[in-house]
């Protein structure tokens, strides 16, 4: 199945399949929140990061909700909750520590509100609902 690698933000691709538009806008965003919160830490200075970014496949509104569901799992069970904070504590960074295991909460919830929405795409429930949404 081609889906988007777990490193690209997922909410491009949730966003892409909505709002084709205006989907980097939303996802960027999303990531920018986080950003913000880690670049507190910072004290001046240069900072040099190392990293790759592979770029994801773009699906079907169905896969991208399914990806983007699994990546923030991820996420929440591995990265932001093990991993990161493992770093941060050797490192002696015990307050960045605690700020990653705050935002594995967040992609929890993440994880669930794409979980719950793929289910309404796969019901044809999205915009079909039981009682008047006001």
Not at 72 to 78: F, L, N
Not at 80 to 109: D, M, N, S, W
């Amino acid at each position: 199945m081609n889906r988007p690698n777990r490193d690209f933000p997922s909410t491009f691709f949730i966003s892409s399949s909505f709002f084709p538009c205006h989907c980097d806008l939303v996802a960027f965003w999303r990531e920018k929140e986080h950003a913000k919160r880690f670049i507190k830490f910072l004290e001046g200075g240069e900072v040099e990061i190392t990293a790759s970014f592979p770029a994801g496949v773009s699906g079907t509104t169905k896969d991208n909700l399914k990806a983007a569901a699994d990546d923030e799992q991820e996420e929440h069970t591995k990265f932001y909750i093990r991993i990161l904070p493992e770093v941060a504590k050797q490192e002696g960074f015990a307050e960045i520590a605690i700020a990653f295991r705050t935002i594995a909460l967040v992609e929890k919830h993440h994880e669930a509100r794409y979980r719950k929405l793929y289910k309404q795409v796969e019901e044809g429930t999205v915009f079909k609902k039981e009682k008047v949404v006001r």
